[in-house]
Antibody, heavy 120, light 110 residues
Framework: EVQVVESGGGLVQPGGSLRLSCATSGFIFSSYWMSWVRQAPGKGLEWVANIKQDGSIKLYVDSVKGRFTISRDNAKNSLDLQMNSLRAEDTAVYYC?????????????WGQGTLVTVSS | QSVLTQPPSASGTPGQRVTISCSGNRFNIGSNTVNWYQQFPGTAPKLLIYTNNERPSGVPDRFSGSKSGTSASLAIGGLQSEDEADYYCATWDDSLHGWVFGGGTTLTVL
């Protein structure tokens, strides 16, 4: 069974940093693109970043470029999101997700999410 | 403002057929396949339709997807009360180099 579990969320002041982690099991982690998708309270879904199977390609939504860094450890089956210079508008539930199939499909297996609140 | 445009709400009565539209442009829907997610309050999204009209295992065949040009639709036949949820369309955008979502449609079963 595919399992995706996020951790690391919490309350942080504007300008601060936070590192989210995603632990996975039940599949060959190194075979799939992985993504972070967020959802602000009461709002819709917003893709944040994704990373290729070997980590060689990392893509970001414009609003987080230069502030967030996605990374993966295929030996530990884990995905991270380092978030710096956080802003109030980054407040959201952050979901870690695995692509549904090994290629050409969208995020298909999602964790339960971890809440990040940016506030003074 | 979302890249893909969906109606904010839709409704129907039990047993009815309902469709939800999703509009984009030549860089996203016009160039790539469309996917749909179902989300209940307080839970993670669930992939409902991928590659325009494919259903993951376990998704009832009451749910179907279609795409034409720069628009797509999700159809739900034989509407049931448990279908009350938020529905999002999503696709890859070749100009933004990332996944883009619609703003979501809240489906109410009357």
């Amino acid at each position: 069974e595919v399992q995706v579990v996020e951790s690391g969320g919490g309350l942080v002041q504007p300008g601060g940093s936070l590192r989210l982690s995603c632990a996975t099991s039940g599949f060959i982690f190194s075979s799939y693109w992985m993504s972070w998708v967020r959802q602000a309270p009461g709002k819709g879904l917003e893709w944040v970043a994704n990373i290729k199977q070997d980590g060689s390609i990392k893509l970001y939504v414009d609003s987080v470029k230069g502030r967030f860094t996605i990374s993966r450890d295929n030996a530990k089956n884990s995905l991270d999101l380092q978030m710096n210079s956080l802003r109030a508008e980054d407040t959201a539930v952050y979901y870690c997700a695995r692509d549904f199939l090994e290629r050409d499909t969208p995020p298909g297996y999602w964790g339960q999410g971890t809440l990040v609140t940016v506030s003074s | 403002q979302s890249v893909l445009t969906q109606p904010p709400s839709a409704s129907g009565t039990p047993g009815q057929r309902v469709t939800i539209s999703c509009s984009g442009n030549r860089f996203n829907i016009g160039s790539n396949t469309v996917n749909w997610y179902q989300q209940f309050p307080g839970t993670a999204p669930k992939l409902l339709i991928y590659t325009n009209n494919e259903r993951p295992s376990g998704v009832p065949d009451r749910f179907s997807g279609s795409k034409s040009g720069t628009s797509a639709s999700l159809a739900i036949g034989g509407l049931q009360s448990e279908d009350e949820a938020d529905y999002y369309c999503a696709t890859w955008d070749d100009s933004l180099h990332g996944w883009v979502f619609g703003g979501g449609t809240t489906l109410t079963v009357l």
